[in-house]
């Protein structure tokens, strides 16, 4: 199940968008049932913690395959431990922002980053796409904040949240345009291997956030069920990283950001009969045209020539 094995299984023309479609299916299926942890009785902080040790298993499968070959020069650790610091640190900062705020304005503005990947990688590694890319990135970024957008009375009584929401947005953005970059100076695996050592130290700030005053659910549906969820996060996270290897990450971005949710969707409606109010089905309609024009798109392949109607 490795993005290394899944990579080798396809074509290189191809072999960015079964690694994307992977994750897309995992994240999915992790979005679908991640609110089970919680409402078990275990605290999101501690969810973390479990998250970053199921990257240990994947980050050694992958490794082994690289025959433990992981890339030690100063510039391969700087970029692989600033990958992991960047999307760890961020989801520190989100249950700051979650705790202070309402979930439903901070999820859609965190959702936005790819607009930051986006424009790194378009203004500094001079990525281009055609027109139909051009098109599905578009809608990609109209659906994405519809998926988490769900109006609820009360609203927030200060605005102490939207900064670090901003910071999160930032942070995961510049996450994803850094794991493309990184690819020029080191292998995958060893990107993602950092990532796991990122992830692993910042588990004692996790620890310390959680409020253990309350009752923490210590049993088989707590950690375990929290564990078996988590490894679709921590192995989607692994084809990601392969996923940007090998194509475009102005395609890769948007099209994880907006399939995933899509997913999600698509699973709740299907198996927990979760029926999505207007809003989302027309996020859902966004995201499906999205994906399917990313997917398409002639020059989402990493390294091939534009293609007259491309983007300047």
């Known amino acids: ?23 897309v299916i995992l994240w999915g299926i992790w979005g679908a049932f991640s609110g089970l942890s ?45 990958i992991g610091l960047l999307g760890a640190g961020g989801q520190m900062i989100l249950f700051y922002a979650v705790a202070r705020g309402p979930a439903y304005l901070i999820f859609p503005i965190i959702s936005l980053s790819p607009v930051i990947t986006i424009a790194l990688s378009f203004l500094i590694m001079r990525e281009r796409t055609g027109k139909l890319g051009a098109l599905g990135i578009m809608l990609a970024l109209l659906a994405l904040p519809t998926f988490d957008f769900a109006p609820a009375g009360g609203g927030a009584a200060s605005a102490a949240w939207l900064l670090p929401a901003l910071v999160v947005m930032l942070c995961w953005g510049v996450q994803a345009y850094f794991m493309k970059a990184a690819n020029a100076v080191m292998s995958a695996e ?74 999600t969707a698509l699973l709740s409606l299907a198996v927990l009969g979760v029926v999505p109010g207007p809003l989302k ?32």
């Open 281 to 312: 089905t027309v996020g859902i309609g966004l995201a499906l045209i999205a994906s399917l024009l990313l997917a398409i798109a002639p020059d989402a392949k990493d390294g091939e020539e534009d293609r007259e109607g491309n983007i300047n």
């Open 38 to 82: 919680v409402q078990h009785g275990f605290p999101e902080t501690l969810v973390y913690c479990v998250w970053a040790l199921t990257m240990i298993p994947p980050a050694l499968v992958v490794l082994a395959q690289a025959r433990w070959a992981l890339d030690r020069s100063p510039r391969a650790v700087a970029y692989g431990l600033t």
């Open 1 to 23: 199940m490795s993005g290394m094995a899944i990579a080798g299984g396809s074509r290189p023309g191809k072999a960015w968008l079964a690694n994307a479609f992977v994750t």
């Open 190 to 263: 060893s990107i993602f291997v950092y990532m796991m050592i990122a992830g692993l130290a910042l588990i004692p700030v996790a620890w310390t956030m959680t409020d253990f005053s309350r009752p923490v659910n210590w049993g088989l549906d707590g950690p375990w069920l929290t564990a078996a969820i988590q490894v679709l996060n921590a192995i989607g996270a692994l084809t990601l990283v392969f996923a940007f290897r090998y194509g475009k990450a102005i395609i890769v971005a948007p099209l994880a950001n907006a399939g995933a949710p899509l997913a």
